[in-house]
């Protein structure tokens, strides 16, 4: 499968290169950054730490998606916008691990996906879907008799909070109780609060060091407390789970996909 990486010169961008290149069945045909990026010029597998691959960092997307199969975007809203209406037009396979993404993005992306597979996951590791996927079970189970709070934490440099993931998983569990997690959302708390709202989805989000990914769920009840947690500890797992996602993608009809539907586990 001719793959293109976007973002090629940042860190997610860099362990695509690298797991691409060690993919059976996948081969980097482009590496996209923005027209100001020093990296333009550079070959893909030497900006990636490998051996040279021959294929030169570039800023033309448009005609790098004309001869690909599939695109690798954990990029930024507004460029990842830009690539969903490129894949669209040349109808090739488009793996989203973008995080931060509004309303207003994902009805772009759903209009997008009506001619091109998008698969889009906050987080395309495999424990932490099927984490998403016991946490919507647990909470369909025990009901609003337990609180449920989202804790997460990563490295300093991550710019949006709650992460994807988190969102992710409060989505899961809000889904599990039937409910919209906009509405049961409880994204800060600050001096006097007063109680803890009934049936509220609480979030809270730690930065520091160089924390890969650390994601619980805490279901808090009267006198007992259950915790789902998953702790990433390289990278190169949500690289592997994104090639994943496209090798799928490949004999998908167009259409907006999760992990869940590319792992088989929408149903747990």
Do not use: C
Request: aromatic share 4%; proline share 3%; net charge neutral.
């Amino acid at each position: 499968m001719r793959l293109v990486v976007v973002g090629a010169a940042g860190r997610m961008g860099r362990m695509l290169i690298k797991a691409v290149a060690e993919t059976g069945g996948a081969r980097l045909v482009a590496a996209i950054e923005r027209p100001d990026s020093p990296a333009l010029g550079e070959d893909a597998g030497r900006l990636a730490g490998l051996g040279a691959l021959d294929v030169p960092v570039t800023a033309d997307a448009l005609a790098a998606f004309a001869a690909a199969d599939g695109v690798l975007d954990f990029t930024t809203p507004a460029a990842t916008e830009a690539f969903a209406g490129l894949a669209a037009q040349a109808r090739i396979v488009h793996v989203v691990g973008t995080t931060g993404l509004t309303e207003a993005d994902l009805a772009k992306l759903e209009a997008a996906a009506r001619h091109a597979v998008i698969v889009r996951s906050g987080n395309m590791s495999l424990g932490v879907n099927l984490l998403a996927a016991l946490v919507r079970r647990v909470a369909n189970t025990l009901g609003e008799d337990f609180d449920i709070e989202v804790v997460e934490m990563h490295h300093r440099m991550k710019v949006d909070a709650p992460s994807g993931t988190a969102l992710m998983l409060g989505e899961a569990a809000a889904a599990g109780r039937g409910v919209s997690l906009k509405e049961a959302s409880d994204r800060g708390r600050d001096g006097i609060t007063g109680p803890r709202r009934p049936g509220a989805i609480g979030f809270a989000a730690l930065r520091g060091g160089t924390v890969v990914g650390e994601h619980s769920v805490v279901f808090a009840g009267a006198g007992e407390r259950i915790e789902l947690t998953h702790k990433a500890e390289d990278r190169s797992l949500f690289a592997r789970g994104a090639i994943r996602a496209a090798l799928w993608g490949r004999s998908a009809k167009p259409g907006l996909y999760s992990m869940a539907d590319v792992l088989g586990i929408a149903e747990i």
